[in-house]
């Protein structure tokens, strides 16, 4: 392998292990942005929700209003009897939709934080899986380092002596009689 194909090799695997590192810090990144959307959405829901409740609040007052109206006016005595009955079931009308839409209302945002949690732990898992993808990289370029025969490389190609591998070192040292 020339020394061209050894730059070649180590730059590849730095450029591989960078771009790993790179995708796992981008997905994480994406998926906390995600988890800020749902969040985000999540508080939307529960503001809606909270004037979706005051209007049924509201709503149910004027009809219990219209009721006490109507009573007065056809001569019922009002907050009493058959009158207060009628507000009674006005009232437990508008309680029952408001605690169901409340409980609906609830649902779904314990929905939208639990995804929102759960993007962000993922964005973490993607974030540590692309750290361990780079070490295998690194690993696995370390091992085709290791394969390289690096003695043509240095400089240190044995020569043959009476069809014996003597090292070039070794002739530096070697006396001559």
Do not use: H
């Amino acid at each position: 392998m020339s020394c061209l194909a050894l730059a070649a090799m180590i730059g590849g695997t730095v450029i591989d292990i960078s771009g790993t590192l790179q995708e796992g810090d981008a997905q994480n990144s994406l998926a906390k942005s995600q988890a800020r959307e749902l969040e985000k959405q999540a508080e939307r829901v529960r503001r809606a929700g909270t004037e979706n409740i005051s209007d049924l609040n509201r709503m149910a007052r004027e009809d219990i209003g219209s009721s006490r109206v109507a009573a007065a006016k056809s001569g019922v005595k009002v907050g009493t009897g058959s009158a207060l009955g009628a507000e009674n079931r006005i009232l437990r009308e508008y309680q029952r939709t408001a605690d169901r839409y409340g409980r609906d209302l609830a649902d779904q945002i314990k929905d939208l934080q639990t995804q929102a949690f759960y993007r962000r732990k993922i964005g973490a898992k993607m974030k540590k899986a692309s750290r361990y993808e780079a070490m295998s990289k690194a690993l696995g370029g370390g091992y085709k380092m290791s394969q390289y025969d690096w003695s043509k490389f240095l400089g240190n190609e044995p020569d043959y002596i009476d069809g014996k591998a003597v090292s070039k070192r070794a002739k530096k040292w070697e006396l001559n009689p």
